[in-house]
């Protein structure tokens, strides 16, 4: 079943539902559709295009100060599918301090890598191999983490999403877009472009295509 991006009343990126949950919303008139998807759902009588992105109509409060959670997913998002010690396809989680010696399974400490470095570096610490990293793993920041998390992609949502950070996870997405919907850098609503703040991105470069 596909799935639909929700965005808050202020455009902030809340999360991803089920279309069946989506068309309830909109039903009801708690959220209204903002992109179309390519599904039609039909009733006896009826027929009604299913959305790809809902807003909702009311503003809801949501705590975001928290931490993105540590999934395989995200890390791999994160990592752009590549191992950090080689730029091979990443297929395995390392925890640069091994977790036998001390290390934890933070953001800060654990990356993506090939199952060949991982199992070269085993117990050992990077220094005692003579390896390095381009830069120390840290947590990803910005909302559109929260649903970068999930693995869960449409290329329609993108626009929704850039201004929220995860840029260059976006970009490569254009690698699998259809070229009809990557153009677009900013979300239109009847005509008119919505109002979204653009927070400056502080992230890496290496625009890669992603294997997973
Ligand atoms: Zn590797």
Redesign the pocket.
Known sequence: MPHVLVLNASYEPLGVISMRRALILVLNHKAVSLEDSEFTLHSATSAITAPSVVRLTRFVRVPFCGPVPLTRRALFARDHGR??????A?TSVDHVIPRSRGGQHRWDNVVA??R???HTKADRHLTELGWRMKRPPAPPSGLAWRIIGTGIRDPRWRPYLEPYGGVEQFREYEHYDHPEHSGRSHPVQNGHPVQVVHHPIHRGEQPEALSA
């Open positions: 191992c950090v010690y080689c730029g091979a990443a890598a090939c060949r470095c991982n």
